[in-house]
């Protein structure tokens, strides 16, 4: 049982580039979310979803989009990067009505 | 906007000593607290969480107090060992909603 997992760890891109951030949990949760982690800012929700084939926008969303085709699979695709989303992304899961989220171990995204 | 936040960005305190570690929050609605340690470079765990018709809620070495009137969260760690230093945080939600708003967090270090 992995739990949630997330690659890449780490990923360097350049302004403009675009690319995916995978995201997988082997726990047959419903529930699975996205979150970026900038200094002194804490956790903000990019975007979210409540089973495969529905997604909705948390607090930040602008510049990323997702999908959920798979109960397990949440990725979350940058289509040109930017400076400004140079931040840790962490992706979490939950099951039915649970709010208490399991983590991923994170992606330290540059963008340069 | 409603946000949750922290009154003290870092704490420092004695190996054995008793820690507590605050949040305010400002939504009133809000129903369901939950507290997140974060490890240097692994993503946020549960540590523990509390419905809002609750005052008080225990763990393993660890209590969490709900103050509804001045809208005030508390975690308390007993006898803090070298292995609960982390950055701990708050976060609430409310109603059927799955999503958490997170506070910006508190670095907790514990001092040999």
């Known amino acids: 049982n992995a739990g949630v997992t997330q690659t890449p760890k780490f990923q360097v891109l350049k302004t403009g580039q675009s690319m995916t951030l995978q995201c997988a949990q082997d726990?047959?949760?419903?529930?699975m979310s996205w979150y970026r982690q900038d200094p002194g800012m804490g956790l903000r929700l990019i975007h979210y979803s409540v089973g495969a084939g529905i997604t909705d926008q948390g607090e930040v969303p602008n510049g990323y989009n997702v999908s959920r085709s798979t109960t397990e699979d949440f990725p979350l695709r940058l289509l040109s990067a930017a400076p400004s989303q140079t931040s840790v992304y962490f992706c979490a899961s939950s099951e039915g009505q649970d709010k208490r989220y399991t983590f991923g171990s994170g992606t330290r995204l540059t963008v340069v | 906007g409603e946000s949750v936040g922290l009154h003290l960005p870092t704490l420092s305190v004695q190996e054995g000593d008793n820690s507590i570690i605050n949040c305010a929050y400002s939504?009133?609605?809000?129903?369901?607290f939950i507290w997140y340690k974060q490890e240097s470079g692994k993503g946020p765990q549960f540590i523990i969480d509390?419905?809002?018709?609750?005052d008080k809620r225990q763990g393993q070495r660890v209590t969490v107090l709900l103050n509804k009137t001045v809208k005030h969260l508390s975690l308390q760690i007993a006898a803090t060992q070298p292995g609960d230093s982390a950055v701990y945080f708050c976060a609430e939600t409310l109603g059927s909603a799955r999503q958490l708003t997170f506070g910006s967090g508190t670095q907790l270090t514990v001092l040999p």
């Open positions: 509390i419905r809002s018709n609750m």
């Open positions: 726990m047959n949760h419903e529930y």
């Open positions: 939504n009133s609605a809000s129903d369901y």
